[in-house]
């Protein structure tokens, strides 16, 4: 299956508080620019991802609407949800429909609205992509669970809380250079530990902020891409795993199963080792579980992770480029629509096009995007065009 | 608010009935049918150990809306003793006063009254083990969780 | 009243929150020079405790010290005057989280501060009926005290539970007798959906406290032909700390007596719970053959007295589950503002 799609259109809307835009506007908004930057072809099918518009934002049923919003009645419509990993699910089925034989380009969306809800709301929401009989009897929220992570860790490795949060310096610095991001300005490991906790130790700019935003990806047949772009992305491997559904039932809570699984059988498709990668857009939640996928990923030793981090090995000019135009952090977590802002700035690093965030020499681009805390990975790998799998 | 899926849920909130394994010994919370780890369907209903030890805490201070009046409160990951791990409330002491490690033993309280006239939720959460001196001044401490409430019928 | 067959306790335990305010805390707020303090503290149920929460406890905790089958229970009876629920008996929801089983008589009770000891006279009945094999009476509540009331000071939580069943080598202490006395005596009441009861100050002492305490103490002696002196202890309900010492002195009993049992100075008034906390805290200490003096008072109004002698059993048992003291000493002091955000006050 392996080299069989390629990715012809990309588009997103910056991530923020898009007060005058509803959930079904800002996914056209992204779909538009995703299907003008192939020039406009018809589409076959469309995949939607989005975690969670009934609660927040009182609409079902995107994928139907949204397919009529674009004009295209009479297509397949599919929505598809998982938490935080809807939007890397859609376009692991966007893929699949590819592989199967579809009739024409396949259009896969991600899109979340936020902040139609109160941020207590949103705390309650997310809760909900874990087991609710564990998250609502506890009363432990993401952020939470991430706290215990963090803890867990530190207990663990001896790494201190100013070590972890690098990684979220990391990604504010190539938000700043990246004109969607929600929050395009720099930090410091200071500016972390001066905002209010959320759930000890875990600090406010550790976390992933409350935005709104949609992004879109147009997939056709390889052997066809060139009809569509002259900068075409190879798709070389689409894995979705689901690992323990609950955090606590893990036998190593410090490890993520459905990381390491979906990344070993997205890099076999690709005929790939973990070297060939030359970035990586990882799912961290809060700087902590970016951490441990660098250690599942077996960019570092368990527990080792930080250190990668801490001696600045995955800045953009770094062997292991990580998160590079913002990640969850700089650039938002759209819950539903992140899978497909990872594919989307994959899209612009493979063709060359991330302005100061480049990576010289791109070649293979690897996305991570997760549900809460690994109950589901979805692990793509790209490639510029001319890499063959 | 749900009314019947707090029903429900009563058996594995009010006394922490969890499954296990015939086949391989492992233990769950809450009940399932099938065991995951080695795929065996011969799993019987079990009352999980009221004590445990507390591998790591944290406290929530920006709460979900429900629980948005009980903040600050702290949640920590519970080992009981069967081995089976849990996610619960602490009360009854500080931050300050937690440690990995800490005994823990589990009581019932309020999880959320949904609203001044709605159905009030309980279920169980964790609290530092009350130990005492026996009048007399013998040599060990007593600790309230040696005996356990031995489990009746009357569990679904 | 004595039962036919021959009651006893098979197993006790009590249960108080470990927040205290102090009374001087209370005080400060509404202007009192700390001259007369009818208390030194009291205990505060946590955010997320109630009067079932802490029968749950105490219920807990006597059938640690019970060593019975839990579904052998048939009746749990729960007296309070701070009901989570109007209507929805607490009694299911304590059975339920012990395990007890659904064959059983169930119910809530309500006398003000004597629905505890009410509970106590019906299962004594029901045992000795052969009605039930074992019926467990709790005592629990979450007192709430009118802001700038004199009553603020006092209003506690806390709560004990009493497993009955036959007279036996398994019980701890049997019942020699009872006696309950009631009038219509508007001392202190609540009226329906009322979050604060109302009382009328000094009427709550002599035509209220004292005539039904004494009344039904005295009668209970006179029916089982015993004097003070019989008694090596006396627990009677606690409302403040001078009103069970005179009512001591009334009925001539040394005030040493009462040692164990008074535990108003330092968690207050427990209301249903109060003359039950100090049976258990005087179980904890007693030894076979004492013979305890037990007298509770419920405001509307009324009195049960009961009279109850130690037996061996108790030395096993005892240690079974933790004594009144080890939660007396585990305390945390919390200010006004918790204290008001606590007990619901911020919200109402």
């Not at chain 1, 020039?39 to 469309?46: D, E, F, H, L, Q």
């Not at chain 3, 096993?316 to 933790?322: F, V």
Request: glycine share 10%; net charge neutral.
């Amino acid at each position: 299956m392996s080299g069989l799609a390629a990715i012809v259109g990309a588009g997103c809307t910056k991530v923020g508080e898009h007060w005058e835009l509803s959930v079904l506007e800002l996914a056209v908004e992204a779909s538009l620019k995703a299907l003008d930057d192939a020039g406009s072809p018809p589409v076959s099918a469309i995949y939607v991802g989005n975690a969670a518009s009934e609660v927040l934002n009182e609409q079902g049923n995107l994928a139907v609407l949204l397919a009529d919003e674009l004009g295209l009645r009479g297509i397949k419509a599919v929505e598809v949800r998982a938490g935080d990993a809807s939007g890397a699910l859609a376009l692991h089925q966007a893929y699949l429909e590819m592989a199967a034989g579809a009739p024409g380009p396949v259009l896969a969306v991600g899109v979340e609205k936020l902040t139609d809800v109160m941020i207590q709301e949103v705390e309650r929401v997310q809760m909900l992509f874990e087991d609710a009989r564990a998250t609502f009897h506890s009363g432990i929220t993401i952020p939470g669970l991430c706290a215990l992570l963090t803890r867990l860790y530190m207990q663990q490795y001896g790494a201190s809380y100013e070590d972890l949060v690098l990684l979220a310096v990391n990604d504010h610095r190539n938000a700043a250079n990246n004109k969607y991001a929600q929050y395009p300005f720099p930090i410091t490991v200071e500016t972390v530990l001066n905002s209010p906790l959320v759930a000890d130790p875990v600090r406010l700019f550790d976390t992933a902020g409350v935005g709104d935003g949609a992004a879109a990806v147009l997939i056709v047949k390889a052997e066809e891409a060139r009809r569509f772009s002259d900068a075409p992305v190879r798709l070389l491997a689409s894995e979705a795993v689901a690992g323990e559904a609950s955090f606590s039932s893990r036998e190593d809570l410090l490890s993520m199963n459905s990381l390491r699984k979906a990344a070993a059988r997205a890099l076999k498709r690709a005929g790939m080792d973990i070297k060939d990668v030359d970035f990586f857009e990882l799912h961290n939640t809060t700087s902590v579980v970016g951490i441990l996928a660098l250690e599942e990923l077996g960019l570092a030793e368990r527990g080792e992770g930080w250190r990668l981090v801490k001696e600045g090995q995955i800045a953009i000019g770094a062997d292991w480029p990580v998160n590079t135009m913002g990640g969850l952090k700089g650039r938002g977590h759209p819950w539903g629509a992140t899978g497909l802002y990872q594919a989307v700035e994959a899209v612009w690093q493979l063709r060359g096009e991330a302005g100061k965030n480049q990576v010289e020499g791109a070649e293979v681009g690897l996305t991570h995007n997760m549900c809460g805390l690994g109950s589901l990975s979805c692990v793509h790998i790209l490639a510029r065009w001319e890499v063959r799998a | 608010m749900s009314v019947p899926r707090f029903w429900r849920e009563i058996p594995h909130k009010y006394r922490l009935l969890g499954s296990r394994c015939r086949s391989c010994g492992a233990v769950y919370h809450p009940r399932r049918r099938v065991c995951p780890r080695c795929g065996s369907r011969d799993l019987e209903d079990v009352r999980l150990s009221r004590r445990g030890r507390l591998l790591a805490f944290t406290v929530v201070r920006r709460a979900p809306s429900d629980l948005d009046e009980y903040k600050p409160y702290i949640v920590g990951l519970v080992e009981l003793q069967d081995g089976v791990r849990v996610l619960s409330q602490i009360v009854d002491c500080d931050p300050s006063e937690l440690r990995p490690g800490l005994e823990l033993e589990a009581t019932l309280r309020r999880i959320r009254a949904h609203g001044p006239a709605g159905v009030i939720e309980y279920g169980y959460k964790f609290r530092p083990v009350i130990k005492w001196e026996p009048e007399g001044g013998a040599s060990s401490l007593g600790d309230a969780s040696g005996g356990e409430v031995p489990a009746g019928e009357g569990d679904r | 009243m004595k039962p036919i067959r021959p009651v006893g306790i098979v197993g006790y335990g009590g249960y108080v929150p470990i927040y205290r305010i102090k009374a001087s805390e209370i005080g400060r707020l509404w202007g009192n020079d700390g001259c007369s303090l009818p208390i030194v503290e009291k205990a505060v149920a946590g955010p997320d405790e109630d009067m079932t929460t802490i029968a749950y406890e105490a219920a807990r905790y006597a059938l640690m010290r019970a060593r019975i089958d839990p579904c052998e229970i048939g009746a749990i009876f729960i007296g309070s005057e701070s009901k989570p629920y109007a209507v929805k008996p607490s009694g299911t929801i304590v059975a339920e989280a012990l395990g007890i089983g659904s064959h059983l008589l169930a119910a809530d009770y309500e006398f003000a501060c004597k629905a505890g000891t009410e509970a106590f006279q019906t299962c004594i009945g029901l045992v000795s009926s052969g009605m039930a094999r074992y019926a467990m009476a709790i005592g629990a509540d979450t007192a709430q005290g009118r802001p700038a009331d004199d009553l603020e000071y006092t209003a506690a939580s806390g709560g004990a539970a009493f497993i009955f069943g036959l007279k036996s080598d398994e019980t701890v202490a049997y019942l020699e007798g009872s006696c309950s006395y009631a009038t219509d005596t508007a001392d202190f009441w609540r009226r329906a959906g009322q979050p604060y009861p109302r009382h009328f100050g000094r009427f709550t002492g002599k035509p209220a406290y004292f005539r039904h305490v004494i009344t039904a103490a005295k009668k209970l002696m006179e029916e089982l032909g015993l004097g003070p002196e019989d008694f090596d202890w006396a627990v009677f309900h606690q409302p403040n700390t001078k009103f069970p010492l005179k009512a001591a002195k009334m009925l001539g009993i040394d005030r040493k007596k009462l040692e164990p049992g008074l535990l108003v100075p330092y968690i207050g008034n427990t209301y249903s719970g109060s003359s039950p906390l100090g049976l258990a805290a005087t179980l904890d200490v007693a030894q076979p053959g004492d013979r305890i003096l037990m007298v509770s008072y419920g405001s509307g109004a009324g009195s049960d007295a009961f009279s109850f002698v130690v037996q061996d059993a108790i030395e096993e048992k005892r240690p079974l589950a933790p004594p009144v003291r080890a939660f007396l000493a585990r305390k945390k002091y919390v200010d006004y503002a918790t204290y008001a955000r606590f007990r619901g006050k911020l919200l109402r």
